[in-house]
């Protein structure tokens, strides 16, 4: 019988690194980051951390065979720059990489068998290197995107997500009467932003998503994030969820008046951060309905690490660890 190893919850607070910037180092700037777009947001400060992430698998139980998986990675974005710096693995392991949906990035992990008691590993050490984000000097200039004109890997930003229920007649409502007298895109962006800021009180609590926060009027830095998403969405501005440990924030998309299209962060929970952010923490992941390779008709807000194999007779499930750990310089 197949057997199937999921991650940790997609709870924000059961992410990845417990243990944030005390493990955190500062160093003088170097290396090659994407080029920040001229009229978009500007580099700032940078941080760099280092981290272990992958699984070691052990056949506890017994033999098993045909196993394989993934674990979410960090990658390179505008803001950030990570660099593989070892990989652990056993002869056992095969190991392969992609990005999915346009904003994770896996390593995919297979082991043909696995003979009882053996332990197969694939675990990589990586440098992250991250620069908060500054507003734009000009925002005049920032005019709402034409839906119908965005390429189709823009367009998934404008679709529901799980929590995200964008389509709602509620939230699209909303949207028309949010900054409806605003001329300035960007002003009517920081209408929603504003909006949802003042209207839901931030509680910690279990996921319920941006409808539940609207009739209930309180969530945590998911439900913010979720609500100001489903309204930019409603009104036919792309957005989508950034991922750090612990935390999540929004990103909104502008164009300028030549038609280039720019992502701005802002912090729906916290400190009032709009068309900038000083976050120096690991960006994870960025979107918010992932279609995990296991199953592609599933939707993940956020791609969960996983395991599957079968196990051999006699055998049986075998025990997985999910490294996710900071390394001390």
Not at 282 to 299: A, H, I, M, Y
Request: with cysteine.
């Amino acid at each position: 019988m197949p057997l199937a190893l999921r991650g940790r919850s997609m709870r924000i607070e059961k992410f990845w690194w417990p243990i944030l910037l005390s493990f955190c180092f500062s160093t003088p700037s170097w290396g090659q980051f994407k080029s920040a777009q001229p009229e978009g947001p500007k580099l700032g400060q940078s941080q760099t951390t280092l981290w272990r992430v992958g699984m070691i698998i052990k056949a506890s139980a017994g033999a098993c065979r045909g196993l394989s998986g993934y674990v979410p990675i960090p990658t390179d974005w505008p803001e950030q720059e990570v660099r593989i710096m070892n990989e652990e693995k056993t002869s056992d392991v095969n190991i392969s990489y992609e990005t999915v949906d346009g904003g994770v990035r896996l390593m995919n992990v297979r082991i043909s068998r696995l003979a009882a008691g053996e332990e197969a590993k694939a675990v990589l050490t990586v440098e992250v290197r991250r620069r908060i984000l500054l507003p734009p000097e000009d925002t005049s200039q920032f005019v709402l995107p034409d839906a119908k004109k965005l390429p189709a890997d823009m367009r998934r930003y404008l679709q529901p997500s799980p929590k995200i229920e964008s389509r709602d007649p509620k939230i699209r409502e909303l949207a028309k009467e949010i900054g409806a007298d605003e001329t300035s895109a960007w002003r009517k962006v920081e209408a929603i932003y504003d909006w949802v800021r003042e209207k839901v009180k931030y509680q910690n609590g279990p996921l319920k998503g941006a409808l539940a926060a609207l009739k209930d009027g309180t969530g945590d830095c998911e439900e913010l994030t979720s609500l100001f998403i489903a309204i930019c969405r409603a009104a036919d501005i792309p957005a989508r969820t950034v991922w750090v440990p612990g935390h999540c924030y929004p990103e909104f998309y502008l164009c300028d008046k030549e038609g280039r299209g720019y992502w701005f962060p802002c912090q729906a929970a916290g400190t009032r951060e709009f068309g900038g952010i000083s976050e120096l923490r690991p960006v994870l992941q960025k979107g918010d309905s992932f279609r995990p390779p296991k199953n592609g008709k599933e939707r993940q807000r956020y791609m969960a690490e996983f395991l599957t194999g079968t196990p051999l007779p006699g055998g049986g499930k075998p025990q997985v660890t999910f490294i996710r750990e900071t390394v001390a310089k």
